[in-house]
């Protein structure tokens, strides 16, 4: 088992930034690839950003150049910076890790005004 804990969620106003963490505990050897999502009101849950155990990334077009996916294998946490926030990026952000099967945090809201 893995358990996913998110945290530095909050409201921001637009053109700020935040950064997301979430630490891994479990059986954290086996955890593989790593990512953030996100679900807005109304809508289905979507790929931010990934990150592979060996550090490759990858982005959705609406974020690139914006946010900044990482991670810290010591530290077993997986971060997400988010730059020049905008509205439309208001979601709750879901941490996902990938060890043999997908698991889930629980989520944080991320709250963008105009």
């Known amino acids: 088992q893995v358990q996913l804990v998110e945290s530095g969620g909050g409201l921001v106003q637009a053109g700020g930034s935040l950064r997301l963490s979430c630490a891994a505990s479990g059986r954290i050897f086996s955890i593989h690839d790593m990512g953030w999502y996100r679900q807005a009101p109304g809508k289905q849950r979507e790929l931010v950003a990934t990150?592979?155990?060996?550090?490759?990334?990858n982005y959705a077009d609406s974020v690139k150049g914006r946010f900044t996916i990482s991670r810290d294998n010591p530290k077993n946490t997986v971060y997400l910076q988010m730059n020049n926030l905008k509205p439309e990026d208001t979601a709750v952000y879901y941490c996902?890790?990938?060890?043999?099967?997908?698991?889930w945090g629980q989520g944080t809201q991320v709250t963008v005004s105009s």
């Open positions: 990150i592979t155990s060996g550090g490759s990334t």
């Open positions: 996902y890790g990938f060890a043999g099967s997908g698991y």
